[in-house]
Nanobody, 122 residues
Framework: QVQLVQSGGGLVQAGGSLRLSCAAS????????MGWFRQAPGKPREFVAA????????SYVYSVKGRFTVSRDNAKNTVYLQMNSLKPEDTAIYYC???????????????WGQGTQVTVSS
């Protein structure tokens, strides 16, 4: 199995940027497709972005396309979510997640990070 520890997040004004990191330990990181999800108060958890095991493929929810970029460094066992042009509606707890031997699916994630708060003020 894999353990995921998140860092980054915080409070930013609308239009600003943040970068989230998710460091993995345990099994071989490159065996896991990675995803980012978010959950706003009173709303269900939402798929945000995913990146394939090799890093060559990515997918995004429509609302973040062109603003968010997911990337990974398999040598550092870390996946990132760069968030630009942030909007108040991006406010949520963000989670990274790992899926074993799968790529780019918005579901079937086996392992989850602890979550990190992102708050965008207007």
């Amino acid at each position: 199995q894999v353990q995921l520890v998140q860092s980054g997040g915080g409070l930013v004004q609308a239009g600003g940027s943040l970068r989230l990191s998710c460091a993995a330990s345990g099994r071989t990181f490159s065996e896991y497709g990675m995803g980012w999800f978010r959950q706003a108060p009173g709303k269900p958890r939402e798929f945000v972005a995913a990146i394939s095991r090799s890093g060559s493929g990515t997918s995004y929810v429509y609302s973040v396309k062109g603003r968010f970029t997911v990337s990974r460094d398999n040598a550092k066992n870390t996946v990132y979510l760069q968030m630009n042009s942030l909007k108040p509606e991006d406010t949520a707890i963000y989670y990274c997640a790992a899926q074993f031997l799968r790529d780019l699916l918005p579901y079937e994630y086996n392992y989850w990070g602890q979550g990190t708060q992102v708050t965008v003020s207007s």
